[in-house]
């Protein structure tokens, strides 16, 4: 089942590879220099925006479910056709800024809101703020990273001995264990990471549910624990 899983990974990894070759092809046919040229300009001149987006759209996603953001996408669009109607705005403006915009608002969450669980083991969020919940059938280790962004994993289901794999840098990963359960969090790893209290010891319950050791690998991250 491992091997299952790293065939999938890489299957993936593939996918994303070859559509940016696609693209990337595709642009460049032709004049390659000239553009290549302009899409390096547009780069160097978006990027920061790029970047305030992405994080207004995971602070969004913190609060907001990503299926939400259907609707409010949706009539933005809709919005911006109106404006065009009424007050005449220029055609350049809405087909060079403002639809591609949107239409990168759109790709981002539907992308940032794939999760597939399958055989999973391991999840990841870098850039981007999420929620897995891991499978009560799941092969442990669990590994669950956060870079730059945020990841909440519910392990509420989760029985018997679990051994978790944490990796916090610049980012935030939140677990949730069930209320009944023995957790020990080995925290030798973490440099400038925010960690439960008392990190080194277990929390030992009469009736334990389950127990979970949890190391934590983290950079200027922060790892917090909740029980259900």
Known sequence: MAQGEK???????????GLFAVAGGALLVGDPAQ???TALELVGRWWPWTLLALAGLNLLRSAVPVGSLIGPLA???VGVVGLVAVHGLQAHLVRDQLAPA???ATGAALVLSSDRMGLRTSWTR???TGDVVVPPSVRCPVTLRAV???LRADLGEVRGQVEVNVTAIAGHVRLTVPRASTVQVNAQGALLTRL???PSEFTRQPHSEGEFTIHVLGVCGAVSIARV
Do not use: C, D, F, M
């Not at 065939?7 to 590879?17: E, F, N, Y």
């Open 7 to 17: 065939g999938g990974r890489a299957s993936r990894v593939r996918i994303w590879v």
């Open 35 to 37: 553009r290549g040229e």
């Open 75 to 77: 009539l933005g669009a």
């Open 102 to 104: 949107l239409l990168v």
């Open 126 to 128: 870098l850039l981007a």
């Open 148 to 150: 730059l962004g945020e």
């Open 196 to 198: 439960p209290t008392r």
